[in-house]
């Protein structure tokens, strides 16, 4: 079932639970603060075949996150995917798994923060997973701004469960098989129980797809323009066609679609439309995931236990081809040479095809993670118990993707350079475009200009933790004082280990940044639940944290409040308030400086020079600039604020209705500028006036930053194009966003078998954010906003079981988004399940799934011109796919 504050049952015995959110054991099942819960059944029955997918569905994960087909995830983040909580970042959100840290994906997101990654837990591991939608800083300390997801692992097993689940898509690709055995087992005061799964996805790729193999799938003209598979330009930017018959000599390569194309206002050149389809949309990989824990008991009120994880993974993807072009360095964007060939001056460039490198060039990933915690727990005196642990996690990559060796590939296509060039002060080269440019390379050929460049990331954190709690502190005429306390210390850290040469101009469009750093943390803190009156109870906590890195140290105290009024067992009024904090990203702090090749619309020359022309179809609407980044050192930390307040009536365990409404303020928030922002900024600075034709005060903060930040060349062919960007992070004034959530779950038995019914929304009234103190507040959920964020999101089932059969169709709803122009939007999505159970025996049981039960692509957005011509972060193409489970158990209680 998916339900509001449905408890995870706690150790301290069969009547005792412990609500997420919460240490104090205790009767009730739901507290001041919401609590979703997603049970293994659950999970199984709504098809959710990952832990993304499952996250994807919740309707208070509402923030835009890369996905296997961004870019960034290729670049920053292989293989790896997130959690967003009411759409304030991944960083926001605090992942446990059993209630503990794990440690961060070593390599940052978007190449900026420190997240924690869940495409390596387990799904078919998972006993439940639990989402408390509030600030959590005051029970679990830094990163709860937004809430808590925890994953609790199977723990309770009797006997030995094996499951093994086959899929496949309906248009082909993505095949997977997954294995599955779990169990237990005990001897006198001695008990194990664990599992390990083994999963082989196989990789689903864009030329697979009908709407996403070939330029033609574009929406505009602009987009449908074949890819320049070779090309060359003049001083002014204009192609200069191919010889006659150059392109029909290349015609074999990408698969046999090369050939003479034209690109209106640019020219000829030999190109093709059905290399864009080279990329992944599901990641080929091949993982096993294993889990253990074992405890003794010394005595009756005493048990050592060890609790212990392992996941080996190794993943392919592919975002795009590998592609060169002349370049003086990795910081410069004024790349042309003057060739003595032709007398002139020029411009080259060139991807490389699958017959010249071998095949396709995937980054392979080697992922590796694993904790361990040891410790012993009991109880003494009438009501203590009591938990000493130590937790250490560590998770460590070694990555690897193709790059091209710039100096060898500028010999190579060039010859040595002969000079400089008195008049253009360009670099000489003799290059006749007929024997170097144009023309297939062997695969020996290829192997000289390009290497793996390797990097061997790893992060960790350690954790020492006490616990104290007693149910039944004192009695008060209207029940038990709850008491619970904590004390912890521990370190985290992190390491890039780049491939040193990616920190250098050795490979073509590609200069690092490193980072390194560790951070040492300490906290106490103490929670209390108090029933005022029968019907009355109020909650409290507290919480101090000081965290000591590069010779500072940062702390902050934060709180938290709940009431609790409960004038008849069936209807609950609660109520929470609580303070929130995050300290600094370690990678926000230590990255080192580097530069990254980006991509941008020069809004202010579009706008300028080409007034009412739209801003793909602009000369400058795809602009190469260097982004310089540096780390930040002195930064705050953020601070938050959550309030929830709501209802909730059930009557009886068949009807469950919940009612909340959350408003969660993030001050001093933590981020890189955007550059698309920046630009736009810039440009609205520039001309003094808006797009919309609203007044820019040229003066204010957001001004004088934006035209600080963004250097442009002057002189020359680039004579006041963007160079470069300077995107630090820095703590931004104020993020704040405010909704409503409503959930129902309702059985009903009839002689027909039993229906139950669940529904799930969540709507956003507000998303605001100010960039700097007396900037105009900006609408994250407008069209023109920059950012794709729904302000509505549904989930739904609708079940029936009887005799052992179950079928359940379930769905979700993602509400408009803005449309690539960003000035308007596109309708709504619809994704629908079905999944049909069925109980052979007691100890044998069979399922189909089917997800994406109607075939439905993306939403058609006619001016989203950006490969895969689809907002990638919220949909794919995948379409529908079948997936047929069997699970067997031996011994034990039934399945």
Not at 388 to 403: A, D, E, G, I, T
Not at 781 to 789: F, I, N, P
Request: glycine share 10%; charged share 20%.
């Amino acid at each position: 079932m998916i339900s509001s504050a449905h408890a995870q049952e706690s150790a301290a015995g069969s009547d005792e639970i412990v609500v997420t959110g919460s240490r104090i054991p205790t009767i009730r099942d739901q507290g001041p603060a919401p609590v979703t819960t997603i049970d293994s059944d659950s999970i199984r029955a709504n098809g959710y075949t990952s832990v993304p997918e499952l996250l994807a569905a919740m309707t208070q994960n509402s923030g835009e996150t890369q996905s296997p087909q961004s870019g960034s995830s290729a670049d920053f983040t292989p293989g790896a995917q997130q959690v967003d909580l009411r759409g304030l970042g991944p960083n926001h959100t605090l992942v446990l798994v059993n209630g503990r840290r794990i440690a961060d994906f070593p390599l940052p997101y978007i190449g900026r923060s420190n997240f924690t990654d869940i495409s390596n837990i387990p799904v078919s591991l998972i006993d439940k997973v639990e989402i408390l939608s509030g600030a959590g800083s005051a029970i679990y300390g830094s990163d709860a701004i937004a809430g808590v997801v925890n994953f609790k692992m199977k723990e309770r097993l009797d006997g030995v469960t094996l499951d093994y689940r086959h899929g496949r898509t309906q248009h082909g690709g993505g095949l997977s098989h997954r294995f599955t055995a779990t169990g237990g087992w005990s001897s006198g005061r001695f008990n194990i129980v664990g599992g390990i799964e083994y999963l082989d996805q196989r990789p689903l790729w864009g030329f697979q797809r009908s709407i996403q193999d070939s330029t033609d799938d574009g929406p505009t003209a602009s987009s449908r323009v074949a890819r320049r598979t070779f090309y060359r330009a003049d001083y002014w930017d204009d192609y200069i066609a191919p010889a006659a018959g150059t392109c029909e000599a290349l015609s074999h390569l990408n698969n046999g679609s090369v050939a003479l194309y034209n690109r209106p206002r640019y020219g000829d050149f030999c190109g093709s439309k059905e290399s864009i389809g080279y990329g992944t949309i599901i990641s080929g990989r091949k993982g096993f995931n294993s889990f253990a824990s074992a405890s003794y008991e010394l005595s009756d009120d005493a048990k050592l236990f060890v609790d212990a994880q392992l996941g080996i993974s190794k993943v392919r993807l592919m975002y795009d081809v590998t592609k060169w072009a002349f370049e003086q360095s990795s910081s410069s964007s004024d790349n042309y040479f003057y060739n003595s060939f032709t007398d002139q001056i020029e411009d080259w460039g060139r991807q490389f095809t699958p017959e010249e490198t071998g095949g396709f060039e995937m980054q392979r990933s080697k992922q590796t993670t694993y904790s361990i915690t040891p410790g012993i727990r009991g109880s003494f005196g009438k009501s203590w118990d009591y938990e000493l642990s130590f937790n250490y996690s560590r998770y460590q990559s070694v990555v690897r993707w193709p790059q091209i060796i710039n100096s060898k590939a500028k010999d190579f296509f060039l010859g040595p350079q002969l000079g400089i060039d008195p008049d253009s002060g360009y670099p000489i080269f003799n290059a006749d475009p007929a024997t170097r440019l144009y023309r297939a390379l062997t695969r020996a050929e290829y192997d000289s200009i390009s290497a793996d460049t390797v990097y061997r990331p790893f992060s960790w954190t350690s954790n020492a933790q006490a616990t104290l709690t007693n149910g039944e502190l004192f009695q008060l005429p209207a029940g038990p004082v709850g008491f619970a306390a904590v004390a912890e210390y521990g370190k985290q850290g992190y390491n890039l280990r780049p491939d040193p040469l990616a920190l250098t101009d050795y490979y073509y469009s590609w200069k690092d940044s490193d980072g390194k750093g560790k951070r040492s943390h300490a906290a106490i803190g103490g929670e209390v639940r108090v029933p005022v009156l029968e019907f009355v109870t109020l909650t409290g906590a507290g919480r101090y944290d000081t965290f000591g890195f590069d010779s500072r140290n940062v702390d902050k105290f934060t709180y938290n409040g709940g009431l609790e009024i409960r004038p008849t067992n069936s209807l609950l009024f609660r109520a929470a308030y609580g303070t929130a904090f995050r300290a600094p990203d370690l990678h926000y702090l230590f990255t080192g400086p580097g530069n990254v090749e980006g991509g941008v619309a020069d809004y202010y020359l579009c706008r300028r020079d080409e007034p009412g022309v739209e801003i793909e179809d602009c000369e400058r609407g795809d602009e190469g600039v260097v982004l310089n980044r540096n780390g930040n050192r002195d930064l705050k930390p953020e601070t938050g604020r959550t309030l929830t307040a709501g209802l909730v009536f059930s009557p009886s365990s068949r009807l469950h209705v919940s009612v909340d409404y959350f408003r969660v303020t993030l001050d001093n928030q933590v981020n890189d500028l955007d550059t698309r922002k920046l630009v736009r900024d810039e440009a609205d600075c520039r001309l003094g006036v808006t797009e919309n034709g609203a007044a820019v005060d040229q003066n204010s903060p957001t001004c004088v930053d934006a035209i600080a930040r963004i250097q442009r060349f002057s002189g020359g062919s680039l004579n006041e194009r963007i160079s470069s960007i300077r995107i630090n992070p820095i703590n931004v004034a104020r993020e704040k966003t405010s909704g409503i959530d409503v959930a129902f779950r309702g059985t009903l038995p009839t002689s027909f078998g039993d229906f139950t019914l669940s529904l799930a929304h969540s709507h956003v009234f507000k998303h605001s954010f100010v960039q700097y103190p007396g900037d105009p507040v900006e609408n994250k959920l407008a069209a023109d906003s920059g950012y794709y964020m729904p302000r509505d999101k549904s989930n739904g089932s609708l079940s029936w079981s009887k005799d052992g059969l179950r079928f359940t169709l379930s769905g979700t709803r993602l509400g408009k988004l803005p449309n690539y122009d960003e000035d308007a939007f596109i309708k709504a999505s619809y994704l629908f399940n079905a999944t049909l159970q069925y109980d052979f025996t007691d100890h044998l049981r069979g399922s189909l799934t089917i997800r994406n039960l109607f075939d439905t692509m993306p939403v058609k957005d006619p001016t989203w011109s950006g490969y895969p011509y689809y907002n990638a972060s919220w949909f794919d193409s995948i379409g529908r796919s079948v997936f047929l489970q069997l699970t067997y158990k031996l011994g034990g209680a039934p399945l």
